[in-house]
Protein backbone atom coordinates (compact mmCIF):
# COMPACT_ATOMS: atom_id res chain seq x y z
CA UNK A 1 0.00 0.00 0.00
CA UNK A 2 1.45 3.32 -1.06
CA UNK A 3 1.27 6.77 1.04
CA UNK A 4 -1.49 8.20 -1.08
CA UNK A 5 -3.79 5.32 -0.49
CA UNK A 6 -2.56 4.91 3.20
CA UNK A 7 -3.71 8.44 4.05
CA UNK A 8 -6.90 8.54 2.25
CA UNK A 9 -8.15 5.33 3.92
CA UNK A 10 -7.48 6.97 6.90
CA UNK A 11 -9.50 10.22 6.29
CA UNK A 12 -12.26 7.92 5.30
CA UNK A 13 -12.17 6.19 8.69
CA UNK A 14 -12.19 9.30 10.50
CA UNK A 15 -14.94 10.44 8.12
CA UNK A 16 -17.06 7.65 8.76
CA UNK A 17 -16.81 8.01 12.72
CA UNK A 18 -17.44 11.59 12.23
CA UNK A 19 -20.68 10.62 10.24
CA UNK A 20 -21.61 8.17 13.31
CA UNK A 21 -21.35 10.95 15.43
CA UNK A 22 -23.81 13.63 13.30
CA UNK A 23 -26.08 10.60 12.21
CA UNK A 24 -25.35 11.11 8.88
CA UNK A 25 -26.14 8.92 6.09
CA UNK A 26 -24.09 8.51 3.23
CA UNK A 27 -27.65 7.04 1.42
CA UNK A 28 -28.66 10.73 1.66
CA UNK A 29 -29.69 11.81 -1.74
CA UNK A 30 -29.48 15.54 -2.78
CA UNK A 31 -33.32 15.05 -3.77
CA UNK A 32 -34.66 15.36 -0.16
CA UNK A 33 -32.67 18.59 0.96
CA UNK A 34 -33.18 22.36 0.01
CA UNK A 35 -30.71 24.64 -0.98
CA UNK A 36 -31.41 25.90 2.69
CA UNK A 37 -30.28 22.87 4.40
CA UNK A 38 -27.19 22.50 2.26
CA UNK A 39 -26.64 26.35 3.64
CA UNK A 40 -26.88 25.69 7.11
CA UNK A 41 -24.87 22.13 6.46
CA UNK A 42 -22.02 25.04 5.04
CA UNK A 43 -22.56 27.21 8.44
CA UNK A 44 -22.25 24.14 10.56
CA UNK A 45 -18.93 23.32 8.76
CA UNK A 46 -17.76 26.75 9.56
CA UNK A 47 -18.38 26.61 13.24
CA UNK A 48 -17.65 23.15 13.26
CA UNK A 49 -14.20 22.41 16.10
CA UNK A 50 -14.31 18.59 15.94
CA UNK A 51 -11.82 17.23 13.16
CA UNK A 52 -13.83 13.93 12.49
CA UNK A 53 -17.46 16.06 12.32
CA UNK A 54 -16.39 18.71 10.08
CA UNK A 55 -14.43 16.16 7.99
CA UNK A 56 -17.91 13.95 7.64
CA UNK A 57 -19.94 17.18 6.80
CA UNK A 58 -17.49 18.13 4.30
CA UNK A 59 -17.81 14.81 2.66
CA UNK A 60 -21.90 15.25 3.11
CA UNK A 61 -21.79 18.14 1.29
CA UNK A 62 -19.52 17.48 -1.22
CA UNK A 63 -21.55 14.20 -2.07
CA UNK A 64 -24.77 16.63 -2.40
CA UNK A 65 -23.31 18.58 -4.97
CA UNK A 66 -22.04 15.31 -6.66
CA UNK A 67 -25.57 14.51 -7.46
CA UNK A 68 -27.04 18.33 -7.68
CA UNK A 69 -28.00 18.61 -11.70
CA UNK A 70 -27.04 22.39 -13.25
CA UNK A 71 -29.79 24.58 -11.86
CA UNK A 72 -28.53 23.41 -8.34
CA UNK A 73 -25.24 23.63 -9.17
CA UNK A 74 -25.84 27.38 -10.32
CA UNK A 75 -28.03 27.97 -6.85
CA UNK A 76 -25.26 26.55 -4.95
CA UNK A 77 -22.95 28.63 -6.56
CA UNK A 78 -24.76 31.88 -6.11
CA UNK A 79 -25.33 30.81 -2.50
CA UNK A 80 -21.91 31.33 -2.19
CA UNK A 81 -21.55 34.59 -3.80
CA UNK A 82 -24.82 36.24 -1.66
CA UNK A 83 -24.32 33.95 1.64
CA UNK A 84 -20.45 33.35 2.22
CA UNK A 85 -19.04 36.78 1.39
CA UNK A 86 -17.04 39.15 3.86
CA UNK A 87 -18.28 39.63 7.45
CA UNK A 88 -19.87 42.69 6.67
CA UNK A 89 -20.09 44.50 10.01
CA UNK A 90 -17.10 43.39 11.49
CA UNK A 91 -15.44 44.44 8.05
CA UNK A 92 -16.74 47.62 8.61
CA UNK A 93 -15.77 47.89 12.01
CA UNK A 94 -12.19 46.89 11.08
CA UNK A 95 -11.85 49.72 8.59
CA UNK A 96 -13.05 52.00 10.66
CA UNK A 97 -10.32 51.04 13.46
CA UNK A 98 -7.65 51.32 10.43
CA UNK A 99 -8.97 54.80 9.32
CA UNK A 100 -8.46 56.12 12.94
CA UNK A 101 -5.20 53.93 13.47
CA UNK A 102 -3.03 52.42 10.98
CA UNK A 103 -0.75 49.98 13.12
CA UNK A 104 -0.15 47.01 11.49
CA UNK A 105 -2.77 45.04 14.25
CA UNK A 106 -5.65 47.21 12.78
CA UNK A 107 -4.04 45.92 9.17
CA UNK A 108 -4.33 42.49 9.76
CA UNK A 109 -7.49 42.79 11.09
CA UNK A 110 -8.88 44.53 8.14
CA UNK A 111 -7.00 42.00 6.05
CA UNK A 112 -8.95 39.37 7.71
CA UNK A 113 -12.15 40.89 7.79
CA UNK A 114 -12.13 41.21 3.79
CA UNK A 115 -11.86 37.75 3.42
CA UNK A 116 -14.64 35.92 2.25
CA UNK A 117 -16.41 33.45 4.07
CA UNK A 118 -16.40 30.76 1.57
CA UNK A 119 -12.30 30.56 1.13
CA UNK A 120 -12.41 28.92 4.61
CA UNK A 121 -15.39 27.11 3.67
CA UNK A 122 -13.62 25.40 0.36
CA UNK A 123 -10.52 24.76 3.36
CA UNK A 124 -12.88 22.71 5.09
CA UNK A 125 -14.63 21.04 2.24
CA UNK A 126 -10.96 20.20 1.16
CA UNK A 127 -10.42 18.15 4.44
CA UNK A 128 -13.53 15.28 3.01
CA UNK A 129 -11.66 12.94 1.32
CA UNK A 130 -11.09 13.06 -2.57
CA UNK A 131 -11.99 16.91 -1.29
CA UNK A 132 -9.68 18.50 -3.85
CA UNK A 133 -10.32 16.44 -6.82
CA UNK A 134 -14.35 17.42 -6.33
CA UNK A 135 -13.33 20.66 -5.83
CA UNK A 136 -11.40 20.67 -8.93
CA UNK A 137 -14.69 19.68 -11.14
CA UNK A 138 -16.59 22.10 -8.58
CA UNK A 139 -14.14 24.74 -10.28
CA UNK A 140 -14.64 23.32 -13.81
CA UNK A 141 -18.73 23.59 -13.16
CA UNK A 142 -18.13 27.08 -12.02
CA UNK A 143 -16.20 28.73 -14.84
CA UNK A 144 -18.46 27.44 -17.45
CA UNK A 145 -21.43 29.28 -15.49
CA UNK A 146 -19.26 32.72 -15.05
CA UNK A 147 -19.90 32.83 -18.94
CA UNK A 148 -23.20 33.31 -18.13
CA UNK A 149 -23.35 34.73 -14.60
CA UNK A 150 -20.51 36.87 -14.74
CA UNK A 151 -21.00 37.84 -10.71
CA UNK A 152 -19.53 34.75 -9.95
CA UNK A 153 -16.22 35.98 -11.46
CA UNK A 154 -15.89 36.69 -7.21
CA UNK A 155 -16.30 33.13 -6.39
CA UNK A 156 -14.11 32.00 -9.01
CA UNK A 157 -11.20 34.48 -8.15
CA UNK A 158 -11.44 32.78 -4.48
CA UNK A 159 -11.11 29.08 -5.87
CA UNK A 160 -8.27 30.49 -8.29
CA UNK A 161 -6.85 32.02 -4.90
CA UNK A 162 -6.79 28.77 -2.50
CA UNK A 163 -5.45 26.78 -6.11
CA UNK A 164 -2.79 28.78 -6.63
CA UNK A 165 -1.71 27.50 -3.06
CA UNK A 166 -2.38 24.68 -3.00
CA UNK A 167 -0.95 24.00 -6.66
CA UNK A 168 2.28 25.16 -5.92
CA UNK A 169 5.29 23.88 -7.41
CA UNK A 170 6.59 22.73 -3.81
CA UNK A 171 3.49 20.38 -3.64
CA UNK A 172 3.98 18.83 -7.31
CA UNK A 173 5.87 15.80 -8.55
CA UNK A 174 7.05 15.10 -11.98
CA UNK A 175 7.22 11.61 -12.79
CA UNK A 176 7.64 9.90 -16.25
CA UNK A 177 4.98 8.37 -17.94
CA UNK A 178 6.11 5.36 -20.09
CA UNK A 179 4.62 2.26 -21.59
CA UNK A 180 4.89 0.51 -18.40
CA UNK A 181 2.57 3.12 -16.57
CA UNK A 182 0.05 1.44 -15.27
CA UNK A 183 -3.43 1.12 -17.56
CA UNK A 184 -5.63 3.93 -16.07
CA UNK A 185 -2.76 6.68 -16.63
CA UNK A 186 -1.82 5.86 -19.88
CA UNK A 187 -5.99 5.82 -20.83
CA UNK A 188 -5.74 9.50 -19.02
CA UNK A 189 -3.01 10.57 -21.57
CA UNK A 190 -5.11 9.72 -24.56
CA UNK A 191 -8.11 11.53 -23.61
CA UNK A 192 -6.31 14.48 -22.38
CA UNK A 193 -3.98 15.39 -25.28
CA UNK A 194 -4.83 18.37 -26.63
CA UNK A 195 -2.82 19.06 -29.19
CA UNK A 196 -1.98 15.83 -31.50
CA UNK A 197 -5.12 13.57 -31.10
CA UNK A 198 -4.06 9.87 -29.81
CA UNK A 199 -6.04 7.25 -32.03
CA UNK A 200 -5.48 4.53 -29.41
CA UNK A 201 -3.22 2.07 -27.93
CA UNK A 202 -1.01 1.62 -31.09
CA UNK A 203 -0.37 4.83 -31.56
CA UNK A 204 0.23 6.08 -27.74
CA UNK A 205 2.84 2.78 -28.07
CA UNK A 206 4.43 5.06 -30.96
CA UNK A 207 5.26 8.10 -28.63
CA UNK A 208 6.14 6.60 -25.63
CA UNK A 209 7.76 3.10 -26.35
CA UNK A 210 10.82 4.29 -28.17
CA UNK A 211 13.75 5.00 -26.72
CA UNK A 212 14.08 8.45 -28.19
CA UNK A 213 10.63 9.43 -27.32
CA UNK A 214 9.83 10.36 -23.35
CA UNK A 215 7.09 11.93 -21.89
CA UNK A 216 6.53 13.72 -18.06
CA UNK A 217 4.04 15.11 -15.70
CA UNK A 218 3.00 16.99 -12.71
CA UNK A 219 1.27 14.75 -10.46
CA UNK A 220 -0.48 16.67 -7.26
CA UNK A 221 0.09 13.82 -3.78
CA UNK A 222 -3.64 14.10 -3.41
CA UNK A 223 -4.72 13.37 -7.19
CA UNK A 224 -2.12 10.62 -7.41
CA UNK A 225 -3.91 9.09 -10.78
CA UNK A 226 -4.31 12.11 -12.61
CA UNK A 227 -1.74 14.22 -14.61
CA UNK A 228 -2.17 17.86 -14.58
CA UNK A 229 -0.11 18.76 -17.11
CA UNK A 230 2.58 16.50 -19.68
CA UNK A 231 4.81 17.40 -22.09
CA UNK A 232 5.21 14.90 -24.79
CA UNK A 233 9.52 14.94 -26.16
CA UNK A 234 11.05 13.90 -29.21
CA UNK A 235 14.73 13.21 -29.13
CA UNK A 236 16.01 14.24 -32.61
CA UNK A 237 19.01 15.31 -34.39
CA UNK A 238 17.44 18.07 -36.16
CA UNK A 239 14.79 20.47 -35.81
CA UNK A 240 11.46 19.53 -37.43
CA UNK A 241 9.88 21.46 -39.84
CA UNK A 242 6.78 19.88 -39.68
CA UNK A 243 4.92 17.41 -37.34
CA UNK A 244 4.87 14.24 -39.83
CA UNK A 245 8.76 14.14 -39.06
CA UNK A 246 7.96 13.85 -35.51
CA UNK A 247 4.61 11.18 -35.56
CA UNK A 248 5.03 9.26 -38.75
CA UNK A 249 4.48 5.69 -37.98
CA UNK A 250 7.36 4.65 -40.68
CA UNK A 251 10.51 6.59 -38.55
CA UNK A 252 13.07 4.69 -37.76
CA UNK A 253 13.40 5.46 -33.90
CA UNK A 254 17.29 7.31 -33.39
CA UNK A 255 19.42 6.02 -30.31
CA UNK A 256 18.69 8.16 -27.37
CA UNK A 257 22.33 8.72 -26.61
CA UNK A 258 23.05 10.13 -30.32
CA UNK A 259 20.49 12.71 -29.78
CA UNK A 260 21.54 16.70 -29.80
CA UNK A 261 17.72 18.04 -29.61
CA UNK A 262 14.74 17.65 -27.26
CA UNK A 263 11.68 18.75 -28.77
CA UNK A 264 8.81 19.10 -26.89
CA UNK A 265 6.08 19.14 -29.69
CA UNK A 266 2.53 18.48 -27.40
CA UNK A 267 1.79 20.33 -24.00
CA UNK A 268 -1.56 19.39 -22.94
CA UNK A 269 -3.04 20.76 -19.58
CA UNK A 270 -5.55 18.10 -18.49
CA UNK A 271 -7.69 19.60 -15.73
CA UNK A 272 -10.27 22.20 -16.78
CA UNK A 273 -10.67 23.03 -13.26
CA UNK A 274 -6.95 24.69 -12.58
CA UNK A 275 -7.20 27.03 -15.81
CA UNK A 276 -5.45 29.92 -14.96
CA UNK A 277 -3.20 27.95 -12.28
CA UNK A 278 -0.06 27.78 -14.00
CA UNK A 279 2.52 25.52 -13.97
CA UNK A 280 3.48 24.71 -17.40
CA UNK A 281 6.99 26.98 -16.75
CA UNK A 282 8.03 24.65 -14.10
CA UNK A 283 7.30 21.46 -16.03
CA UNK A 284 9.27 22.53 -19.31
CA UNK A 285 12.36 23.73 -17.42
CA UNK A 286 12.45 20.77 -14.81
CA UNK A 287 12.19 18.45 -17.84
CA UNK A 288 15.13 20.42 -19.56
CA UNK A 289 17.08 19.70 -15.76
CA UNK A 290 16.13 15.68 -15.94
CA UNK A 291 16.70 15.53 -19.43
CA UNK A 292 20.29 16.95 -19.66
CA UNK A 293 21.58 14.74 -16.91
CA UNK A 294 20.22 11.58 -18.52
CA UNK A 295 21.61 12.81 -22.18
CA UNK A 296 24.43 15.36 -21.23
CA UNK A 297 24.47 15.50 -25.43
CA UNK A 298 21.22 17.25 -25.54
CA UNK A 299 22.54 21.30 -26.39
CA UNK A 300 18.84 21.87 -27.85
CA UNK A 301 15.90 22.37 -26.79
CA UNK A 302 13.04 23.74 -28.59
CA UNK A 303 9.35 22.77 -29.48
CA UNK A 304 7.30 22.40 -32.62
CA UNK A 305 3.94 24.57 -31.14
CA UNK A 306 0.78 25.11 -33.17
CA UNK A 307 -0.53 28.57 -33.10
CA UNK A 308 -3.84 29.39 -32.22
CA UNK A 309 -5.32 32.03 -33.33
CA UNK A 310 -3.15 32.86 -36.62
CA UNK A 311 -6.28 31.77 -38.61
CA UNK A 312 -8.92 34.18 -36.62
CA UNK A 313 -6.22 37.15 -36.57
CA UNK A 314 -6.26 37.01 -40.12
CA UNK A 315 -9.78 36.33 -40.91
CA UNK A 316 -10.68 39.69 -39.25
CA UNK A 317 -7.98 41.45 -41.20
CA UNK A 318 -9.57 40.24 -44.26
CA UNK A 319 -12.91 41.26 -42.81
CA UNK A 320 -11.57 44.70 -42.22
CA UNK A 321 -12.68 47.46 -44.89
CA UNK A 322 -9.21 49.58 -44.16
CA UNK A 323 -6.74 46.97 -42.84
CA UNK A 324 -3.67 48.36 -42.14
CA UNK A 325 -1.70 45.18 -42.19
CA UNK A 326 -3.04 43.53 -45.55
CA UNK A 327 -2.20 45.61 -48.69
CA UNK A 328 -3.97 45.13 -51.88
CA UNK A 329 -1.66 42.36 -53.45
CA UNK A 330 -1.61 40.50 -50.28
CA UNK A 331 -5.55 40.54 -50.05
CA UNK A 332 -5.28 39.13 -53.89
CA UNK A 333 -3.07 36.18 -52.75
CA UNK A 334 -5.19 35.29 -49.65
CA UNK A 335 -8.06 34.91 -51.29
CA UNK A 336 -6.98 31.58 -52.33
CA UNK A 337 -7.47 30.66 -48.61
CA UNK A 338 -11.28 30.24 -49.54
CA UNK A 339 -10.94 26.92 -51.49
CA UNK A 340 -10.87 24.34 -48.82
CA UNK A 341 -8.79 22.12 -51.02
CA UNK A 342 -5.74 24.95 -51.44
CA UNK A 343 -3.16 23.59 -49.23
CA UNK A 344 -3.26 20.14 -51.66
CA UNK A 345 -2.49 22.52 -54.75
CA UNK A 346 1.50 22.66 -55.15
CA UNK A 347 1.23 25.84 -57.45
CA UNK A 348 -1.15 27.76 -55.30
CA UNK A 349 0.44 26.57 -51.81
CA UNK A 350 3.98 28.06 -53.43
CA UNK A 351 2.28 31.46 -54.49
CA UNK A 352 0.75 31.75 -50.91
CA UNK A 353 3.72 30.71 -48.60
CA UNK A 354 5.68 33.67 -48.74
CA UNK A 355 2.92 36.41 -47.72
CA UNK A 356 1.66 34.04 -44.85
CA UNK A 357 4.80 33.54 -43.49
CA UNK A 358 5.26 37.26 -43.51
CA UNK A 359 1.81 37.74 -42.76
CA UNK A 360 2.40 35.40 -39.40
CA UNK A 361 6.09 37.28 -38.92
CA UNK A 362 3.53 40.22 -38.07
CA UNK A 363 1.21 38.65 -35.93
CA UNK A 364 3.68 37.77 -33.81
CA UNK A 365 5.95 40.52 -33.55
CA UNK A 366 2.97 42.92 -34.17
CA UNK A 367 -0.52 41.84 -33.31
CA UNK A 368 -1.74 43.07 -29.83
CA UNK A 369 -4.84 42.65 -28.17
CA UNK A 370 -6.66 45.49 -26.39
CA UNK A 371 -4.97 45.37 -23.23
CA UNK A 372 -1.44 45.37 -25.03
CA UNK A 373 -0.46 41.60 -24.78
CA UNK A 374 0.74 39.39 -27.76
CA UNK A 375 -2.71 37.68 -29.44
CA UNK A 376 -1.68 34.32 -29.65
CA UNK A 377 -1.93 31.94 -26.32
CA UNK A 378 0.56 29.68 -27.11
CA UNK A 379 3.07 32.41 -28.16
CA UNK A 380 2.04 34.19 -24.80
CA UNK A 381 3.06 31.11 -22.96
CA UNK A 382 6.49 30.08 -24.71
CA UNK A 383 7.71 34.05 -24.83
CA UNK A 384 6.52 34.10 -21.19
CA UNK A 385 8.88 31.26 -19.74
CA UNK A 386 11.80 32.95 -21.74
CA UNK A 387 11.93 31.00 -25.16
CA UNK A 388 12.90 32.40 -28.75
CA UNK A 389 10.12 32.73 -31.55
CA UNK A 390 12.77 30.92 -33.76
CA UNK A 391 11.43 29.72 -37.04
CA UNK A 392 7.70 30.18 -38.61
CA UNK A 393 6.83 26.68 -40.41
CA UNK A 394 4.71 27.13 -43.13
CA UNK A 395 1.91 23.77 -43.86
CA UNK A 396 3.53 21.69 -41.09
CA UNK A 397 0.54 20.47 -39.79
CA UNK A 398 -2.16 19.52 -41.96
CA UNK A 399 -5.26 17.81 -39.88
CA UNK A 400 -8.33 19.28 -39.49
CA UNK A 401 -8.24 21.32 -36.52
CA UNK A 402 -4.28 22.84 -37.53
CA UNK A 403 -5.77 24.05 -41.23
CA UNK A 404 -9.09 25.85 -39.25
CA UNK A 405 -7.27 27.20 -36.58
CA UNK A 406 -3.88 28.22 -38.08
CA UNK A 407 -4.16 27.52 -42.23
CA UNK A 408 -1.17 24.45 -40.78
CA UNK A 409 1.13 26.88 -39.40
CA UNK A 410 3.40 25.94 -36.99
CA UNK A 411 6.67 27.53 -34.87
CA UNK A 412 9.97 26.70 -33.62
CA UNK A 413 10.41 28.18 -30.05
CA UNK A 414 14.02 27.69 -28.85
CA UNK A 415 14.74 27.51 -24.92
CA UNK A 416 18.31 28.45 -25.18
CA UNK A 417 19.53 28.23 -21.36
CA UNK A 418 21.63 31.31 -21.02
CA UNK A 419 19.13 33.60 -22.57
CA UNK A 420 16.03 32.39 -20.85
CA UNK A 421 15.87 34.80 -17.81
CA UNK A 422 16.69 37.67 -19.56
CA UNK A 423 14.30 36.73 -22.38
CA UNK A 424 11.53 36.54 -19.71
CA UNK A 425 12.43 39.65 -18.40
CA UNK A 426 12.29 41.99 -21.90
CA UNK A 427 8.75 39.88 -22.53
CA UNK A 428 7.21 40.23 -19.22
CA UNK A 429 8.52 43.61 -18.06
CA UNK A 430 8.52 45.51 -20.89
CA UNK A 431 6.35 43.23 -23.73
CA UNK A 432 9.20 42.80 -26.05
CA UNK A 433 9.25 39.71 -28.40
CA UNK A 434 12.77 38.10 -28.61
CA UNK A 435 12.60 36.94 -32.29
CA UNK A 436 15.12 35.27 -34.62
CA UNK A 437 16.71 37.80 -37.39
CA UNK A 438 15.03 35.97 -40.34
CA UNK A 439 11.81 36.42 -38.65
CA UNK A 440 12.51 39.72 -37.85
CA UNK A 441 13.01 40.81 -41.60
CA UNK A 442 9.89 39.14 -42.36
CA UNK A 443 7.91 42.29 -40.48
CA UNK A 444 10.27 45.76 -40.68
CA UNK A 445 10.44 47.63 -37.69
CA UNK A 446 9.59 50.91 -39.81
CA UNK A 447 6.62 49.49 -40.69
CA UNK A 448 3.94 51.95 -38.50
CA UNK A 449 0.43 50.28 -39.93
CA UNK A 450 -2.13 50.25 -36.76
CA UNK A 451 -3.57 46.87 -35.98
CA UNK A 452 -7.37 47.00 -35.68
CA UNK A 453 -7.42 44.71 -32.72
CA UNK A 454 -5.31 47.28 -30.34
CA UNK A 455 -4.36 50.35 -32.28
CA UNK A 456 -0.94 49.48 -31.25
CA UNK A 457 1.63 51.34 -34.19
CA UNK A 458 2.75 47.78 -35.70
CA UNK A 459 5.83 48.51 -35.69
CA UNK A 460 5.93 48.62 -31.81
CA UNK A 461 4.97 46.69 -28.69
CA UNK A 462 2.53 48.05 -26.45
CA UNK A 463 3.12 51.36 -25.05
CA UNK A 464 5.67 52.12 -27.83
CA UNK A 465 8.15 49.27 -26.77
CA UNK A 466 10.86 48.42 -29.85
CA UNK A 467 10.38 44.83 -30.51
CA UNK A 468 14.01 43.60 -29.46
CA UNK A 469 14.83 40.33 -32.06
CA UNK A 470 18.55 38.31 -32.04
CA UNK A 471 20.48 37.06 -34.53
CA UNK A 472 20.64 33.14 -35.46
CA UNK A 473 23.11 31.29 -36.74
CA UNK A 474 21.56 28.15 -36.13
CA UNK A 475 18.76 28.66 -38.82
CA UNK A 476 17.29 30.53 -41.74
CA UNK A 477 13.73 30.72 -42.77
Sequence with gaps: MNGATFFSDMLQAITDRGRRVLSLSPRDGAARIGMGAVEAACETLLSSRGEASGMALAKDILDRWEHFDQAQRRDFMMMLLLRFGPDAER?????????????????????????????ELIR?????????????????TL???????????????????????????GFLMLLPISWSTPADILEKVIRYEAVHHIDGWDELRRRLKPEDRRCFAFFHPQLVDEPLIFVEVALMKEIPTNIADVLREDRAPLPAQEATIAVFYSISNCQAGLRGVSFGNFLIKQVVEDLRRELPKLTVFVTLSPVPGFADWLSRERRAEASEVLGAEERERLEALDDPEWAGKQDVAAHLKPVMTALAARYFLRARTAKGKVV????????????????????????PRAMRQAHGLMVNYLYKLEDIEANHEAFAARGEVVAAQPIRRLAPAGRTARSPMSGTPAGEGPAGERIRTKSSKEFSQ
Design 91 to 119: LERAIDAYRAERTPRALLELHTAAEPRRQ
Design 124 to 140: RLNLAPKGISILVRMRE
Design 143 to 169: LSLKAEEPELAAVDADFAHLFTSWFNR
Design 376 to 399: DPVARFHLGNGARLERINFLADRS
